[in-house]
């Protein structure tokens, strides 16, 4: 049911449970059963009914119009996040792109070029080739849970394990920065989700803390049991983020530094990606600067 059509619901509910109470309490010292013993009761009922149809039918004429301000209102909002999309999607994707081409049209256009140039020239491509990858990648996931969650396979996941694995996954980036991981996650934490996304949770928030916390810090990971899921923590003690900043984190191609960020490969999607994972699995997430420096992830997964 629409916001218009709860309102005229409830003013109609209003309208006649005052038309019931008028036709039985009226006259105290009437009997229910008994007719009305005046004229001018029936005339005042029957006011009082066309006045409630009246009332009814303008109330509802302006229901309907609401609702369709509310529908073009948010059809705009759509529309003009789908073009920010689009816009962004196409600024991402020239980047790479861009670079593929020049490398390859320069070894293409110079055959004696020599072996060490072409090599390098190679591994830039490979480079940009699979940044463009991961670039797509993330959009497919996005659109996966954006408009087709239902096909996504559900099943029991060990998220203890599988933690254990990114942990183990990125030591060597963790060591190229000097940083420690402290995984305080119980032992059998098990979830009914998507495996895919749960491991995208951990994943992004652990890329995110080695690419951008700072060297010699370190990321720690609790979890606390609920009665229908589990209540995670995940924080760092690097540098931050400016406090502007951080209601923006979750959006799509949001970048602090958009230098910086590519240079690290990231594609702009990551916390993105987190969030809608979260949502999607029943969660609520939340982030902040930690009062003793480094950003403080608070979010919960139902279906334990």
């Given at each position: 049911?629409?916001?218009?059509?709860?309102?005229?619901?409830?003013?109609?509910?209003?309208?006649?449970?005052?038309?019931?109470?008028?036709?039985?309490?009226?006259?105290?010292?009437?009997?229910?059963?008994?007719?009305f013993g005046e004229v001018s009761d029936w005339h005042?009922?029957?006011?009082?009914?066309?006045?409630?149809?009246?009332?009814?039918?303008?109330?509802?004429?302006?229901?309907?119009?609401?609702?369709?301000?509310?529908?073009?209102?948010?059809?705009?909002?759509?529309?003009?996040?789908?073009?920010?999309?689009?816009?962004?999607?196409?600024?991402?994707?020239?980047?790479?792109?861009?670079?593929?081409?020049?490398?390859?049209?320069?070894?293409?256009?110079?055959?004696?070029?020599?072996?060490?140039?072409?090599?390098?020239?190679?591994?830039?491509?490979?480079?940009?080739?699979?940044?463009?990858?991961?670039?797509?990648?993330?959009?497919?996931?996005?659109?996966?849970?954006?408009?087709?969650?239902?096909?996504?396979?559900?099943?029991?996941?060990?998220?203890?394990?599988?933690?254990?694995?990114?942990?183990?996954?990125?030591?060597?980036?963790?060591?190229?920065?000097?940083?420690?991981?402290?995984?305080?996650?119980?032992?059998?934490?098990?979830?009914?989700?998507?495996?895919?996304?749960?491991?995208?949770?951990?994943?992004?928030?652990?890329?995110?803390?080695?690419?951008?916390?700072?060297?010699?810090?370190?990321?720690?990971?609790?979890?606390?049991?609920?009665?229908?899921?589990?209540?995670?923590?995940?924080?760092?003690?690097?540098?931050?983020?400016?406090?502007?900043?951080?209601?923006?984190?979750?959006?799509?191609?949001?970048?602090?530094?958009?230098?910086?960020?590519?240079?690290?490969?990231?594609?702009?999607?990551?916390?993105?990606?987190?969030?809608?994972?979260?949502?999607?699995?029943?969660?609520?997430?939340?982030?902040?600067?930690?009062?003793?420096?480094?950003?403080?992830?608070?979010?919960?997964?139902?279906?334990?």
């Open positions: 049911m629409t916001e218009g059509h709860k309102m005229w619901m409830s003013v109609m509910v209003v309208f006649a449970a005052y038309a019931i109470i008028f036709l039985l309490f009226e006259d105290y010292d009437r009997k229910m059963s008994e007719p005042l009922l029957t006011f009082s009914l066309v006045v409630m149809a009246g009332l009814g039918w303008l109330l509802y004429h302006y229901a309907r119009r609401m609702d369709e301000r509310i529908s073009r209102e948010q059809q705009q909002r759509q529309n003009q996040m789908r073009r920010e999309l689009t816009q962004n999607i196409a600024h991402e994707l020239k980047t790479p792109v861009a670079s593929i081409l020049g490398y390859t049209d320069t070894i293409l256009d110079n055959p004696d070029i020599s072996d060490d140039t072409r090599r390098q020239f190679i591994v830039r491509t490979n480079a940009q080739a699979r940044r463009l990858s991961a670039l797509l990648q993330d959009i497919s996931t996005l659109n996966k849970m954006d408009y087709a969650p239902e096909i996504l396979k559900m099943e029991r996941i060990d998220l203890s394990a599988m933690v254990a694995d990114i942990v183990q996954e990125s030591e060597q980036a963790l060591a190229a920065k000097q940083m420690a991981f402290r995984n305080c996650l119980p032992q059998d934490i098990c979830i009914q989700g998507n495996w895919q996304l749960l491991y995208s949770i951990f994943r992004n928030l652990t890329d995110n803390a080695i690419n951008y916390a700072g060297a010699n810090t370190t990321i720690e990971l609790s979890a606390e049991q609920l009665p229908d899921g589990w209540h995670f923590t995940f924080s760092d003690n690097g540098v931050g983020v400016p406090d502007e900043h951080l209601p923006r984190l979750f959006e799509r191609f949001y970048r602090i530094d958009k230098g910086r960020s590519r240079n690290l490969g990231g594609t702009g999607l990551g916390l993105a990606i987190v969030k809608n994972a979260v949502v999607l699995h029943g969660g609520q997430i939340s982030v902040s600067n930690a009062a003793s420096g480094g950003l403080h992830f608070d979010f919960t997964l139902v279906g334990a």
